[in-house]
């Protein structure tokens, strides 16, 4: 897990943290955009190997929201095999087809969020 760097994109505090304290204990450098105009600028900075990215956040910059950031990510060659999981409080299937059409690589609901899952699936893609 060494060197490996996640990049965490959503708008709630709480998720910043929750996700940060989870993956830092696991030895994963990890940042925080809340927005997807930060997150995108973040990406560029700190070249993460993996996003996680949540999709309802206020606009800024004409980013609307998290499926707004994906497909500026999935639109530049450098990020477009960037591995992009969504977690999302959206449970619908019209949201999780959305998302991979988009590019995401995952899609992960808030409400199935758990440590052992979250951890199980960055490190998936992490390998």
Known sequence: MRNKKILTVDDDPFYGDLYRDILVAHGYEVRHACNASDGLHLVSEFKPNLVMLDVMMPER????????LLEELRNERKFRNLPVIMVTALNEAGDRKRAYELGATDYLPKQ????????????????
Request: hydrophobic share 40%; aromatic share 8%.
């Open 61 to 68: 910059e004409g980013l609307l929201d998290g499926y707004g």
């Open 112 to 127: 199935d969020l758990n440590p052992d899952i979250l951890l199980r699936l960055v490190g998936a893609y992490l390998k």
